[in-house]
């Protein structure tokens, strides 16, 4: 199977005739790399702007627009002369240029019904890069990969989400150890994003009605790679005040909020893309809170076809692919009948259906009076395509929501699953990059789906791997010094302290990260659960362990926060200090630095509430082992020789019974494998047969549980059956 999904790219820079770049020319070449997110995936871009001004970048949170914004083009042009940038410049902005222009990808070839009618991907949330704060976690963060993803393969595919100008929260610790938020204005004109146009050249307002007057949203554009990312913000004259902060914060308000911004994702969604002069081929809901998508999707069936509101249900539902995300009933949206009918209700009237139909296609038992509307019900009974993000998680799934098909037998129910993955280029270091260049196929960044590229990860000289990851562990370190050390100054703590804090971590000591959300069913302490254990592993003078944690804690979590502080709180303990640190506001910086220096990634959340996890796909591109329970997709990765299981996947009665005996697994594993392993040096100072798990770890798992498979997978098992039954249904017709 060959996948060049990027035009071959030339040898390298080429020469150029310096007097052919005038300084106007210079600097648009970087604002038009800048415009477009394909540079965060590229380090070799990365890396030029940050030449430009390292310090500044660092202040500027890796912006390249807010960075050239402190340039003329007649100084970046003596700054791109004094570093001898001009032709990396060059080629960068070329090789965009044939990325945009290229036929050649595996879309092309295995997607080409969706040229015309793309996929049209819903997500409340989208991690692209640290510069653009629009997401929170692990489900936006999987949005950014997917299209990222897309765009690599060249899927047609366009994207909608909420513009949050203040973006979830930024976490610091007081002197306590407790979380406290901030929430900071995004400046959007650091943003690689443009008002969209509409089909009349002008830019697009959606307006919504609901029963309580009209919402008005407007579009932005931003481009990723060959990928639109459109982004709603209801911050528009014209609509109330209260309404103006409505997409202010992600997952910030109340139910009502909630509701409210789940219309304009949906319905309003819907009709930019309308707007845009899109028609989709299929759409994708990716979570339940674009559910509402499909109403307005029903809506312009019966207006443009004239069809009942039966046969247009039918028709969306043929079109619609749903993934859900998590067993967590929490994050499964509800709400009450009035809440529907005030933002619902003047758009059931134009599909001419009763408050006691719409009411039923959130209602597992349509009759039951006292069930809310659940989105996700919402989003399983619209799409004939609904799907898990790992197997696991699909058998969870399919006893979840049995009780929609109370005729099928568990296994019949309709849910499968297609397990989440990582877009490569945007977690593997540079480094390690750049080694596996050296030892792979030519153009084997583009094939990262295959496993035959990763295999050849065997030949790989096994010190040249462990001294690629101890200069990235390294590189982990100053960076939580960095980090750590301000930490301690804004809090204010004592010169002695803080100068500590810029000596932490070894990096000859056995280095454990653990970076997540604060829920407390992920167990973040569940290390700390015998103190006195925990204690003489990282104080044992041999061969002692250290750990990083970071975090966020969501605003209403009390005990989430709790969890924080007790971890913090570590570092005040004698035996502790200087071995375990927290670093505040984990985001996508932190977790690159993270996932690509630490020896061991920690997971150990309550079976099986973890429905994937991807974190710890990252580490394993960079050499990292997983030490994790076996729940979400380490259920399915785990060999017994390319990583560390915590238990034996078994079920246990109480959540007591469960957190006890997965402690006790949790030290049992890093008694007797995880630091014995580590530690047995031979006599170059190698841990052979924890190098060679790390070669395990990346031939066996890089190219399953990348992002290239995943969209792969979608395009053929969802996309490609959604969409057909497009052009079947219009000639049915
Ligand atoms: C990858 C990532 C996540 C998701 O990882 P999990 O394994 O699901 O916790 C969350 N947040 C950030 C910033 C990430 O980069």
Redo the contacts with the bound molecule.
């Keep these: 199977m060959s996948q060049v999904d990027e035009a071959a790219s030339p040898a390298g820079p080429q020469p150029l005739e310096l007097s052919e770049l005038s300084p106007q020319t210079l600097y648009d070449k970087c604002k038009a790399l800048a415009n477009n997110l394909w540079w965060s995936w590229h380090p070799e871009v990365t890396n030029l702007f940050r030449d430009l001004d390292p310090i500044r970048w660092r202040q500027l949170d890796h912006s390249p627009i807010a960075l050239l914004k402190e340039f003329t083009p007649e100084r970046l042009e003596m700054r791109a002369s004094e570093l001898v940038l001009y032709s990396r410049i060059n080629h960068a902005h070329r090789q965009l240029k044939e990325y945009l222009n290229s036929t050649n990808t595996w879309g092309r070839t295995h997607a080409g019904v969706l040229g015309s009618h793309p996929v049209a991907y819903f997500s409340a949330e989208f991690?692209l890069h640290e510069s653009a704060p629009i997401y929170s976690?692990?489900l936006g963060?999987l949005s950014g990969d997917h299209i990222k993803s897309a765009s690599g393969l060249g899927v047609p595919l366009v994207a909608v989400g909420l513009f949050y100008d203040q973006g979830y929260f930024r976490q610091r610790l007081d002197i306590e150890g407790y979380q406290q938020e901030e929430y900071i204005d995004t400046k959007v004109e650091n943003l690689p994003m443009q008002p969209a146009l509409g089909t009349d050249g002008e830019p697009i307002t959606v307006a919504i009605e609901t029963r309580n007057g009209t919402l008005l949203a407007k579009v932005w554009r931003m481009l990723v790679g060959r990928v639109c990312l459109y982004l709603l913000d209801c911050d528009v004259e014209g609509n109330q005040p209260e309404d103006r902060e409505l997409t202010s914060r992600l997952y910030g308000g109340d139910q009502r909020t909630r509701i409210r911004q789940e219309l304009v994702l949906g319905v309003g969604a819907v009709r930019a893309l309308r707007a845009l002069g899109i028609t989709p081929g299929a759409y994708h809901l990716n979570e339940g809170h674009s559910a509402f998508a499909t109403l307005e999707a029903i809506r312009e069936r019966m207006e443009d076809d004239g069809a009942t509101f039966d046969d247009a249900l039918r028709d969306v539902s043929q079109h619609t692919v749903f993934t859900t995300h998590t067993p967590v009933p929490a994050g499964h949206d509800r709400f009450d009948g009035e809440a529907i009918e005030e933002h619902l209700g003047p758009l059931r009237d134009q599909l001419g259906i009763s408050t006691e139909q719409l009411m039923g296609l959130g209602r597992v038992d349509p009759q039951n009076q006292n069930e809310s509307f659940c989105m996700t019900v919402l989003g399983l009974k619209l799409s004939r395509r609904a799907n898990a993000v790992s197997s696991l998680h699909g058998h969870i799934s399919r006893r979840m929501w049995a009780h929609l098909w109370p005729h099928r037998v568990e296994e019949e129910v309709p849910i499968g699953h297609i397990t989440n993955g990582i877009h490569v280029p945007s977690w593997l270091a540079w480094q390690m990059q750049q080694l596996f260049d050296r030892n792979f196929p030519v153009g084997w960044i583009h094939r990262v789906a295959e496993p035959e590229v990763w295999s050849r990860i065997q030949k790989i000289d096994p010190g040249e791997l462990w001294e690629v990851h101890y200069a990235l562990k390294n590189h982990l370190l100053s960076f939580v010094r960095r980090r750590v050390s301000r930490q301690c100054r804004r809090r204010g703590e004592s010169e002695e302290v803080i100068e500590a804090a810029r000596n932490v971590l070894d990096p000859n000591v056995l280095t454990i990260g653990f970076a997540?959300?604060f829920a407390t069913y992920k167990r973040a302490d569940l290390i700390a659960s015998d103190l006195d254990r925990l204690r003489s592993l990282l104080s044992d003078p041999q061969r002692p362990i250290q750990l990083i944690f970071a975090g966020k804690a969501h605003p209403a979590d009390e005990p989430g926060k709790q969890l924080i502080k007790r971890i913090d709180n570590l570092r005040h303990d004698p035996q502790c200090a200087g071995r375990i640190v927290f670093v505040e506001d984990?985001?996508?910086n932190v977790?690159r630095h993270m996932v690509q220096g630490v020896d061991v990634w920690l997971n150990n959340p309550r079976r099986p509430l973890e429905a994937s996890?991807?974190?710890?796909q990252?580490v394993v591109l960079n050499g990292g082992l997983n030490l994790s329970v076996l729940d979400g997709w380490w259920a399915e990765a785990y060999d017994g020789a390319n990583g560390f299981a915590i238990g034996t996947g078994r079920a246990h009665v109480s959540d007591e019974i469960s957190d006890a005996r997965d402690g006790e697994d949790l030290y049992r594993t890093l008694e007797e494998e995880v630091i014995p392993i580590f530690y047995d040096r031979d006599i170059d100072g190698l841990p052979r047969q924890w190098i060679q798990m790390m070669m395990n770890s990346i031939g066996s798992l890089a190219g399953r549980f990348s992002a290239h498979r995943m969209v792969m997978d979608y395009v053929q098992t969802a996309y490609l059956p959604a969409a057909g039954g497009h052009s079947c249904d219009m000639s049915a017709r």
């Design positions: 991690g976690g692990g963060v997540r959300r984990y985001d996508i977790a996890g991807t974190s710890g990252k």
